[in-house]
């Protein structure tokens, strides 16, 4: 599997941004029972867990870090073996790279995709 993050930029407080991230080489019983996920490197911080979303058939529940909820909106599109990350009310502790992997990051990292919020 590889995992390629798009979408990424520069981005003003306060507007929205969507990332993608398509599950490349993934076949269909690969990507759809696995409860996807994005992350995200801030500059001098440790990658942390921003969102995730289940398989269609466990309801694709959503769970958020504290710091997005509200703000973010992870969905999926299964037959494009896809994942968003839809972004609002973005502000400069969002910056950094953003990396889509399963919950338990157990396929290669991709390159993420940077996301730079200005003031």
């Known amino acids: 599997v590889q995992l390629q993050a798009s979408g990424g930029g520069l981005v003003q407080a306060g507007g929205s941004l969507r990332i993608s991230c398509k599950a490349s080489?993934?076949?269909?019983?690969?990507?759809?029972?696995?409860?996807m996920s994005w992350f995200r490197q801030s500059p001098g911080k440790q990658r942390e867990l921003v969102a995730s979303?289940?398989?269609?058939?466990?309801?694709?529940?959503?769970t958020y870090a504290d710091s997005v909820k509200g703000r973010f909106t992870i969905s999926r599109d299964n037959s494009r073996k896809s994942v968003y990350l839809q972004m609002t009310s973005v502000t400069e502790e969002d910056t950094g790279v953003y990396y889509c992997?399963?919950?338990?990051?157990?396929?290669?990292w991709g390159q993420g995709t940077q996301v730079t919020v200005s003031s």
């Open positions: 080489r993934a076949i269909t019983s690969t990507f759809n029972p696995r409860t």
């Open positions: 992997n399963t919950r338990e990051a157990d396929w290669p």
């Open positions: 979303i289940t398989s269609v058939t466990s309801g694709g529940t959503t």
